[in-house]
């Protein structure tokens, strides 16, 4: 990993958004509503995160 922030935002971003797909594809793997909505609920925190992250960068390209 490197220690440039923007390359380490772009890394945490990627992961977020590789964690979302991972959750909506589980969503449709089960027959359990609870665990489907377990899912859609990490899957909706998981969005959070790449907001975050896509603003923070966002903010951060337009510093320069």
Request: net charge negative.
């Amino acid at each position: 990993m490197s220690n440039d922030p923007s390359a380490v935002l772009f890394d945490a971003l990627e992961r977020e958004k590789w964690a979302y797909k991972k959750y909506k594809e589980a969503i449709d793997k089960f027959d359990d509503e609870d665990i489907k909505a377990l899912f859609r609920f990490l899957a909706a925190e998981e969005k959070k995160h790449i907001q975050m992250i896509q603003d923070e960068i966002d903010e951060a390209l337009w510093e320069y």
